[in-house]
């Protein structure tokens, strides 16, 4: 069954969309209220949460996560992956 061209591009720009969720929240909430200054949100990544008075609940979210600690590092990532014949530099 042959699709249209329509229906084609309608399909593949559903299956593009694999955002960020809190990234994608900050966003629609900018948009629902054209009053919240967009600046909040390079300064709050920036600067830290910490430097904004006050925060929208999803870029509050965005960046209460942003600053977790990650629990994995590059290295001991890239030692989990099995690659043969490739020996990590690091190893110690």
């Given at each position: 069954?042959?699709?249209?061209?329509?229906?084609?591009?309608?399909?593949?720009?559903a299956s593009r969309h694999c955002?960020?969720?809190?990234?994608?929240?900050?966003?629609?909430?900018?948009?629902?209220?054209?009053?919240?200054?967009?600046?909040?949100?390079?300064?709050?990544?920036?600067?830290?949460?910490?430097?904004?008075t006050a925060c929208p609940p999803?870029?509050?979210?965005?960046?209460?996560?942003?600053?977790?600690?990650?629990?994995?590092?590059?290295?001991?990532?890239?030692?989990?992956?099995?690659?043969?014949?490739?020996?990590?530099?690091?190893?110690?």
């Amino acid at each position: 069954m042959e699709q249209t061209h329509s229906a084609l591009c309608a399909s593949v720009a559903a299956s593009r969309h694999c955002g960020d969720p809190l990234a994608d929240a900050v966003i629609a909430e900018c948009d629902a209220d054209p009053t919240l200054p967009r600046a909040w949100i390079n300064q709050g990544i920036t600067q830290g949460r910490a430097s904004l008075t006050a925060c929208p609940p999803a870029l509050d979210a965005l960046l209460h996560q942003a600053n977790r600690p990650r629990r994995l590092s590059i290295h001991s990532t890239l030692r989990a992956v099995q690659m043969p014949g490739f020996q990590f530099p690091c190893s110690g």
